[in-house]
């Protein structure tokens, strides 16, 4: 829980960047504080949202990315 937090916040963090450069160097207009931290705030929750469902759905293993160890021993016993 604590890594997909952590990816959450770098993820909104470059988001904020961006969103900073764009605004600044690009549109040359005046920055709104309290309009870029409320879509800073909802890129971290989708974010969030996002990677807890990629968690618990195991669309890892739904789109093959995650191989299945087999459920059976293959050698012999050792006693």
Known sequence: MGNLIIISLIT?????????????????SDIILKDILR???????????????ID????NKIFGNEKESPGVFTSNPDF
């Open 12 to 28: 909104s963090g470059i988001y904020l960047l961006i969103k900073f450069i764009h605004i600044k160097l690009m549109l040359k």
């Open 39 to 53: 879509e800073t705030i909802l890129v971290c929750l989708s974010s969030i949202i996002a990677n807890i469902a």
């Open 56 to 59: 618990k759905l195991n669309i």
